[in-house]
């Protein structure tokens, strides 16, 4: 989950030049050579500069070259673009990255044609998928060929698109127009009254532009009857589903089933950013969790007490933690995929809740939703 591009990469020369990339950025303040690197990375001293010619040539119209004198020190020049806008363009030209953009667009190209387009063997092309089927049986998807396509829920799909994607960290890498409906939607939100969500643009923009891109395929979410009725009557959603039908209008000239405004809603709760008020506009209220009843609330704070004690919960101290249970509950109502957990959320709580954390975990696993959430 950590880095889903780098765990579906087959291409070892690119996963050398990430790794080089990589570990220059983080040493960058050091006086680092082709010996340091070459130890560091267990790469030989002629491989090395090998990929280095390769990674300068692959960036002609770019401001970033890796230069290294008689002595073999390294040096960024002059470094006019981020280390990860490199690897994001690398990564472009990898097979993995053109047949999960071919994917994305819901490009059916047959064996023989991926053979042409991709300029590699039927039998590479049966490799990598063999590989990416392996690795995406955790998204509960896979890929077929004749044509190339996927197989899974369209939630789960749209899932795995935003795990591959967002690793890039590049709101606009799908679509440059999604950062001003972002803005837009929530700006229109706030106008109304709403104490709207605490969001994270980067994951909001990037779920726009994957729902606009599938679309455009006629790849719609179809939700069964129970899940149709629960959001339906989530009052979170009952505020702002104007601003769902607004957006989806504005983007289709199709009607759209039901279940896909819907599942518009629930990502809206996957964009909550739960970090701290600093850098907030402090005269504006956020919201960090979906309204709920008091059934679900009180089932939470139960499971909550298992671990903290009371005084925790009535304090305040317990609110992100709440919240992001609350808002996790609902997604899970989608897919079991939107439940998954990414590593430096789980880093980030080892760190700021280091005794907690176990027994949390512990419990978390244990427990049983109640018939009644």
């Known amino acids: ?81 981020s280390v990860d806008s490199v690897i994001t363009i690398l990564a472009k030209d990898t097979t993995i990255y053109r047949m999960m953009d071919l994917l994305l667009h819901n490009k059916t190209y047959s064996t023989e044609q991926l053979s042409d387009y991709l300029m590699i063997s039927r039998s590479s092309i049966f490799n990598i998928i063999r590989h990416m089927n392996e690795v995406l049986k955790e998204y509960r998807i896979s890929k077929a060929t004749g044509p190339l396509t996927f197989i899974g829920k369209e939630e789960d799909i749209r899932f795995l698109l935003f795990s591959f994607y ?53 790849n719609f979410c179809h939700f069964n009857n129970s899940t149709v009725a629960l959001v339906k009557k989530n009052r979170g959603n009952q505020l702002i589903e104007h601003l769902i039908a607004s957006y989806y209008s504005s983007l289709f000239k199709l009607t759209i089933p039901e279940s896909e405004s819907l599942w518009l809603y629930l990502v809206f709760l996957h964009c909550v950013s739960y970090s701290n008020w600093q850098g907030l506009d402090e005269e504006r209220t956020y919201a960090f969790r979906c309204q709920e009843g008091a059934v679900v609330v009180d089932a939470v704070q139960r499971f909550l007490l298992q671990v903290f004690p009371k005084q925790m919960l009535d304090n305040g101290a317990l609110d992100k ?40 975990a512990s419990a978390f696993r244990a427990i049983k939703s109640p018939s009644d959430v």
């Open 166 to 218: 967002s690793s890039f960290g590049d709101s606009q890498i799908i679509d440059s127009d999604s950062n001003h409906h972002a803005h837009s939607i929530i700006a229109h939100g706030r106008k109304s009254g709403i104490t709207f969500l605490h969001f994270s643009h980067f994951r909001f923009s990037l779920w726009l532009s994957i729902a606009k891109v599938r679309g455009q395929s006629k």
């Open 321 to 360: 933690i709440e919240a992001f249970l609350i808002n996790t509950r609902l997604l899970s109502k989608m897919s079991p995929s939107y439940e998954m957990t990414s590593v430096a959320l789980i880093d980030l709580m080892k760190k700021k809740i280091p005794r907690a954390f176990s027994p949390l």
């Open 1 to 81: 989950m950590n880095n889903l591009p780098m765990t579906l990469q087959l291409d070892n020369q690119f996963k050398r030049q990430y790794n080089l990339l990589q570990f220059i950025r983080t040493h960058q303040s050091k006086n680092l050579t082709l010996s340091d690197l070459s130890q560091k990375l267990g790469i030989s001293k002629p491989t090395l500069r090998k990929d280095i010619d390769i990674i300068n040539h692959s960036l002609p119209t770019i401001d970033f070259q890796i230069t290294y004198n008689e002595q073999g020190f390294l040096q960024i020049d002059p470094q006019e673009i």
